[in-house]
């Protein structure tokens, strides 16, 4: 499944919109070309989205034109590195499928007293059946405890699973086989593969998805 196309974690949505948004000033960490940055947009005074990669920012940016939205702005930076505080004063900070330990300290030094970090990521179980774990996903209480460390309470943490089931070897097969390029990069693909002709036929997508204001 491409995270460019997977759709906004709902959970995710409600947490951030729990929130009194319309005055806030939010980052958005690994925003990509913007998903979650403009579906905000029309709640929150001013987004900023960062991301590493330029091709998405400069989508991004070419997106905010075309669709009107002037309350957005966009920045080539890696979060797991940037001073957040170039970007002006925060009262927010957001991630959709973006996360790393530096991003957590990083958010924790940005934000003020009572200001929320709210999130979804991968959780450990994603994936689980090809045996290889990614190095971008943690467990309940590995989270939990990072956040407690970088200096935030903890108000939602949670791990969304669903299993999703095919009726074929073909229509697995199908269903990932646009990931073989980066899954090769690690043993993912080899084990996707054994499993296929072992008959597997299910796979887990497992999300983190959390809330934590700074103390």
């Known amino acids: 499944m491409n995270l460019h196309t997977k759709p906004l974690n709902r ?8 929130e009194p948004t319309e005055d806030m000033r939010v980052l958005d960490l690994g925003c990509g070309y913007g998903k979650l940055t403009f579906a905000l947009a029309p709640v929150v005074k001013y987004i900023t989205g960062i991301d590493r990669s330029p091709e998405q920012i400069k989508r991004a940016e070419e997106l905010a034109v075309e669709r009107g939205i002037d309350n957005v702005e966009f920045h080539v930076a890696d979060a797991r590195t940037t001073d957040y505080s170039r970007f002006g004063k925060i009262d927010m900070i957001v991630a959709h499928f973006f996360m790393s330990n530096e991003a957590v300290y990083n958010s924790s030094r940005c934000l003020g007293h009572g200001n929320v970090f709210a999130f979804a990521c991968f959780h450990e ?8 774990k990614s190095r971008f996903s943690y467990s309940l209480d590995g989270m939990e405890d990072l956040l407690k460390n970088a200096g935030f309470r903890v108000e939602y943490l949670d791990a969304e699973k669903e299993v999703l089931e095919f009726k074929s070897k073909k229509e ?37 998805v959390g809330k934590a204001r700074k103390l």
């Open 11 to 18: 959970t995710l949505l409600n947490l951030i919109k729990e």
């Open 125 to 132: 179980d994603r994936l689980k059946e090809l045996g290889v």
């Open 172 to 208: 697995f097969y199908d269903y990932f086989k646009g990931s073989k390029a980066r899954w090769e990069q690690t043993s993912r693909w080899k084990n996707f593969m054994e499993y296929l002709e072992q008959g597997g036929r299910k796979i887990t997508y497992s999300t983190l």
